[in-house]
């Protein structure tokens, strides 16, 4: 038995606020405080927006109409550069980045807003969209005020037929949240990859039918639920190591600079320095033949030891592909 004690903390530093991001030529921002939201919290709250203007916005008085993209705090419109990337990264998020502001500007895509919002509630980096008890009512205000707000100020159509809502992850759960809860509002909604929606099928868990949410039993032995796969049809996990291993045996990251990274057991010599990551796998742009992940290497590294259970799940895909 331990003795309990008493810990004191002293908070004596305080993060600085966020500086307001700047207009550019493409990239506007707009800022409203939310009426609903400052009645329910009994301070200001606020709701911004980032919003990608078309090549010709200055020039013409042309309404458009609107794509919001749904996830956590956005901050500014971050996919979107005037410049090429530095150096030789000519696959990552900044080529990306540049790829569409060359198609954005060149005619390529049609004449349209695209919005990245942030919605963030007092204690979280998003609001999931919805109205909740504990939150607030953030469906209605994202509805009734932030969205009219952009359409009146960038000249969006303002009819539902004109106006989609998209996201993935998180995002794909506020994309659906919104098109269910706000039928008449949206003309389309792309949900991708969604959080779970359903406790029927809470990842691959039924949360009401299930007697294990680990294994099921089959007619003569249990297997292993799985938590999910990736595109070369190799094993993301289980839900008993995702839930007893750490996470990053189990989750996708991202990075700019780096192909995708397994761990194995023997590390390759295509890549130059061994890089260890908080999760496994760092994905590369699609194969435009195939759809999976191109330049696809392996590492090792000492840092993150793979369980053997878990190594014929973390195979990486084929360099060749």
């Known amino acids: 038995m331990h003795e309990s004690s008493t810990v004191q903390l002293d908070l004596t530093e305080t993060v600085p606020p966020i500086d307001p991001p700047k207009d550019t030529r493409y990239v506007r921002h707009l800022r409203v405080q939310s009426k609903l939201l400052t009645v329910f919290w009994g301070h200001p709250i606020f709701l911004e927006a980032a919003v990608l203007v078309p090549r010709d916005f200055d020039d013409s008085k042309q309404h458009y109409p609107v794509a919001f993209l ?9 996919g979107f550069r005037d410049t090429p990337p530095a150096g030789d990264a000519g696959s990552g998020r900044d080529a990306v980045a540049y790829q569409f502001y060359q198609d954005w500007t060149s005619g390529r895509l049609p004449r349209m807003l695209l919005v990245v919002t942030s919605h ?18 953030y469906g209605d205000a994202l509805t009734k005020e932030l969205y009219p707000a952009v ?14 809502v998209f996201g993935g992850s998180t995002g794909g759960w506020m994309t659906l949240a919104q098109q269910i809860f706000y039928p008449e509002y949206f003309g389309g909604a792309w949900g991708f990859c969604p959080d779970p929606v359903d406790f029927h099928a ?45 996470s990053r045996y189990c989750f996708p990251v991202r990075s700019a600079s780096t192909p995708m990274v397994s761990h194995m057991e023997a590390p390759s010599e295509s890549l130059k320095t061994p890089l260890a990551v908080e999760a496994p796998w760092v994905w590369s742009p699609k194969n435009r033949v195939s759809g999976r992940p191109r330049n696809a290497i392996a590492t090792a590294s000492p840092e993150l030891p793979v369980p053997r259970s878990m190594r014929r ?7 060749s592909l």
């Open 313 to 319: 799940a973390t195979l990486g895909v084929p360099a």
């Open 202 to 246: 809470f990842q691959s868990i039924d949360v009401y039918a299930d007697t294990n949410a680990y294994y099921d039993q089959g007619p003569f032995e249990r297997f292993p639920k799985l938590l999910g796969r990736l595109p070369n049809d190799h094993l993301l996990g289980t839900m008993e190591s995702s839930g007893s291993k750490p």
């Open 70 to 78: 749904q996830g956590h705090f956005g901050g500014d419109f971050f």
């Open 120 to 137: 963030p509630t007092p204690y979280y980096d998003d609001s999931y969209g919805v109205n909740t008890a504990n939150a607030g009512p």
């Open 151 to 164: 359409e009146k100020e960038f000249r969006g159509i303002g009819e539902s037929w004109a106006r989609v």
